[in-house]
């Protein structure tokens, strides 16, 4: 199918355009003649950007389908302009199987809302030492993860490295000392995250750090990626608007806003690659009980927007680049340009737009979020993937 995109402000991360954008069978093509079955959508003057890629989402599912699943955060990361996600492996059972990995694949594929990328554990079930799992791993994996504790075994994380890196997998970690974690957050996760950069520039072993939200971590990072180590790394929208909160629990927490300024800091010396959502749906029941985490994927351009573009932080071209282009390639999917050989996943903005987030609106089964009844600014109108319609505001 020919589709013709027009009518619009074109944002990715180098360029801004007013052309017109070709896309034939969900493909970025170059301008064609069009014919009597040419779709031509007019996008009204809004800014047409890359879909979103989310490396970092909780869907609950399967194990915990209360609170998410598989449908219904898909919709939640599509009213949020997210065509692609990927899944942490804490589900129940964990995710160290062919079984549940390619079950969970296969009803994804079926829904064909977004799409779905699934991480496989670090160690077999969550126990921390055993790596035999690996050595048959699933067709599809690029990343492996125990998101919800770091690996705290040296040696455990030595091999697991050695065998990722001849696997040909990323590794997106969670960084915590879990013995120090009652004494000194901030300390569990920077100790942690100073091995595995070591770890990272010694074995020449590609990883990515989840939910950076220290100064000394991102610190870390930095002096290590100059140093010539195969790192990535992605920050969250609440750790980069929000300082000093006791109140609110998520892990890792809101830190101080000396943590918050060198993450905004490392955004801006282009440290960090990504912003992830971390997307942690719980009942409200849970959330009173103290389980950490929070709805993300439906406010996290809105959040990110206001944080570092209106403030005037950073360019819209360089937000698209850490909410699109950079995700994207860490992932290994042909998205987040605004070019020819490119999927035809967009989403269309409305900046000028502010909207109240309430209750009764959240897409997510959950509605654990820290932005209901709050005002933002960035309204997602319409997400594409693969040049069809899959979202439509209101």
């Given at each position: 199918m020919k589709k013709i995109f027009t009518n619009f402000i074109g944002i990715d991360d180098t360029t801004i355009t007013k052309n017109n954008i070709y896309t034939e069978d969900g493909v970025i093509v170059g301008a064609y003649k069009e014919d009597e079955d040419t779709e031509i959508i007019d996008c009204q003057g809004l800014f047409l950007m890359p879909a979103f890629t989310d490396l970092h989402t909780h869907f609950r599912d399967p194990?915990?389908?209360?609170?998410?699943?598989?449908?219904?955060g898909s919709y939640a990361a599509l009213k949020g302009g997210y065509t692609a996600v990927n899944l942490m492996a804490n589900t129940d059972p964990v995710v160290s199987s062919k079984e549940v990995y390619e079950d969970i694949m296969a009803r994804g594929r079926d829904l064909d809302l977004i799409d779905i990328h699934q991480v496989y554990a670090i160690t077999k079930d969550f126990d921390g030492k055993s790596l035999e799992h690996l050595d048959d791993l699933p067709q599809g994996v690029n990343f492996i993860s125990d998101d919800g504790h770091g690996v705290d075994d040296d040696t455990t994380m030595y091999e697991a490295m050695v065998k990722a890196k001849d696997l040909g997998v990323n590794m997106t970690l969670h960084e915590e000392v879990r013995g120090l974690s009652a004494i000194n957050y901030e300390l569990a996760e920077d100790l942690m995250t100073i091995r595995d950069c070591y770890l990272s520039y010694k074995l020449a072993c590609p990883i990515h750090f989840s939910h950076v939200s220290t100064k000394g971590s991102i610190g870390a990072i930095s002096y290590f990626k100059d140093l010539g180590a195969p790192i990535t790394c992605e920050v969250t929208p609440h750790h980069i608007s929000l300082s000093e909160r006791d109140d609110l629990r998520v892990n890792p927490p809101i830190r101080e806003n000396k943590d918050k300024y060198a993450l905004i800091g490392a955004i801006k010396n282009g440290y960090v690659d990504a912003i992830a959502t971390d997307h942690a749906p719980h009942t409200d029941e849970e959330k009173v009980q103290g389980k950490p985490g929070f709805l993300g994927l439906e406010t996290a351009f809105s959040t990110s927007y206001m944080t570092l573009v209106q403030s005037g932080e950073i360019?819209?071209?360089?937000?698209?680049?850490?909410?699109?282009?950079?995700?994207?390639?860490?992932?290994?999917i042909k998205k987040g340009k605004l070019e020819e050989g490119y999927l035809a996943d967009f989403?269309?903005?409305?900046?000028?737009?502010?909207?109240t987030y309430t209750r009764d609106e959240i897409r997510s089964k959950s509605k654990n979020s820290l932005l209901i009844d709050k005002t933002l600014k960035g309204s997602i109108e319409k997400v594409y993937r693969r040049g069809e319609l899959k979202y439509e505001n209101n």
């Open positions: 194990g915990f389908t209360y609170k998410e699943d598989l449908e219904t360019s819209l071209n360089k937000l698209v680049a850490l909410m699109s282009t950079n995700p994207s390639g860490i992932l290994g989403v269309l903005v409305d900046l000028d737009r502010e909207y």
